[in-house]
């Protein structure tokens, strides 16, 4: 029972991450109708930021300053390289992205150096004990702080004129652009806002343990998040997720009782959630429906 | 129908002997006989403008593969060895380039296939060829061409291929070598191997459990995947079979991540990891007392620091860098190729067969001291095979964060060990 309690606030950690990662992919395919594949290099770039910030600011102004860089760094690829292609097909945006995720990481690389690096992080490897269980702080710092950013977000899209704005020209682009809004600020800004996450999403992946190059790896976990939990879903997103976190964390915890598995199962879980998820709701669980007349 | 035939019949001549063209032998001033790769112009960066040029290819992970952070230092230091070498002289008449000809593998098979085939026309031998999977995508076309090649990697499946002439004991070894170790020390009952797999992690794992077999260990294997968010598999695995000695075999953020993480959860068990598992870097990492407390590293020679006349030349040919070990490996492992030109040279035949026939007469190579004497005996096959491992504990005073706990030794299980195949094949 405590290594099931333990699986699941571990799974609820890593699955913030999940959710901060993926909320970057839906918000950028919302407004832009394409699945960035910039997002594992602008998270990289971000934790580097932090790596680089951290130790003469401080681990508190470095996660805000590089998110703030970060997004700046997303806004120019979108300025650069997606804004001149608006009217060609999905397909051909989507490929300009990966390779500008290419690009971004040979560049970012450098600035990893030949070492391994730390976000030097407050929490470390610390644990809690509430009793019996074991809480590790990292997992509970990301799990309020993705709290924290999704309940913000929610807000601006329900609360703002630029989140109004995001949402018209989600919903139908041409008549968003009839009353006036500005859809170039609205493809700009959700750029922006998946640099940042992206940038937060990855330093809580790398608190308590290094990162190299490899990391970028890790934001790719988020495509069969965004999969199951529906494409233009935020909340699909959120909950996806924190759902393949736990899932993934129970299946590592367990594992090792069902050898007939295979060797590290939990590492192809958020796969095969996606997959039987898509079984019996082809657009996700809370993915729009589409109709298309044949 | 027969135009078309014979149309075929002169391309495939003209193919033929455009072939042969790159291999036709020629022989130069001083009488040895050359022939792909081997130039009488002076390499680019040349020191002495009346000596020849012998090209060298690299293949390394330069950019955006997972092993950068020890292919750049091997690379640099290849540059630098190669950089002595001429400067004291070269190979008789010939300086040796390795600048020209290196290329970014991107630890990809298919990659390392198109820059090999690219340079391939232009190079006597490869200065270095790095990873196991890549090197296995080239090399039965390097068997077939006499292409000569220095591995970046351990495995032991290089001890059955001639045009390979690899340096220091492979990972099946080292692992042996390390249990050996762990018998005396910790005198451990249950030993579990953590590994990604492919043939550099089931090297080692394999390694582990013949030694184990042979020690009376119970033995367990982990498979793991590269990232530090996929350990969690493996650290559920510590902690419910809670081993007394784990032998770790993957990269240095993901083995901290293990250690780490483990600790975290109150595993106490010791961990040897084989030389890729550390970086000295890890010391500042949240898990860096965890690694100071319950890690050791296992290598194949002696860090940056050593005190021999070959660590010497190295440092002082790299002055400035920050120490690590990729420079040591990059340092160590030229040292073969640089005894094979030699003695090819002096056989009179600098040609791609020369060299290959070079190796196979060479019984030990001079490391200058970084590897003891009777190292390198590639006339003796997989028999010949080097068998000793430096044991090293974390040490923050020390240049790379690793000072040596027992120095090269070679344990009674590896050899006792009859390598007649490939290690992973056994796992």
Redesign the interface.
Known sequence: MIALLEGIVRGLGVGSVYALLALGFVIIYKATRVISFAQPALMLAGVVLVSHLAGPLGFWVALPLAALLTAVLALGIERGAVRPMVGRPAFVVAIITLGVDVAIRVVVNIFIGLDVRNVHDPWGLDSWRIGALQVQQRHVAAFLATALLVAALFAFFRFTRMGLAMRAAADDQEAALAQGVSVGAVFALSWALAGALAAVGGTFATAGVSFDGNLWLTALVALPVIILGGLDSLPGAVLGGLGVGVAQELVATYQNDMPWLGGNVSVITPYVLMLLVLLVRPYGLFGTREVERV | MKRLASGAVVVLLAVALGGCRGSDAETGESGVKVDVGVTSEPCPEAVNKEKGCIYLGILSDL??G?F???A??ITDAQKAFWKRVNNNGGIGDYEVDVTKYIRDNKYNPQVTNQVYQEIKPNILALAQTLGSPTTAAILPDMKSNNVVGSPAAWTSAYAFEDVIIESGANYCIESMNALDYAAETYKPKKVMAVHL?GDYGDDAAAGAKLASEKLGFTFSD?????????Q??????LL??QPDVVILTM???DA??VV??A????FKGRFIGTSPTW????L????GP?LTALYEQSGPWGSWGTDTPGHKAMRDALPGK?P?D?YTSGWIWSYPMKAALEKANSNGDLTRAGMLAAVKQLSSVDYEGMLPTGAGNYAGGAQGTFRQTQISKVDAAAPTGVSPVRPLFEGPTAKAFTLDKPCFEQL
Not at chain 2, 263 to 266: L, P, T
Not at chain 2, 284 to 287: R, W
Request: glycine content about 16%; proline content about 10%.
């Open positions: 950019t955006e997972p950068r952070a020890l750049v230092p797999a982990v498979k793991t995947d590269t990232g530090t968010d996929k969690a598999g493996a650290i559920g695995a419910s079979q990269g240095p953020a901290a991540a780490g993480g600790a975290a959860r109150g970086n000295p870097a890890l500042q990492s949240p898990a965890a920050t690590s990729g």
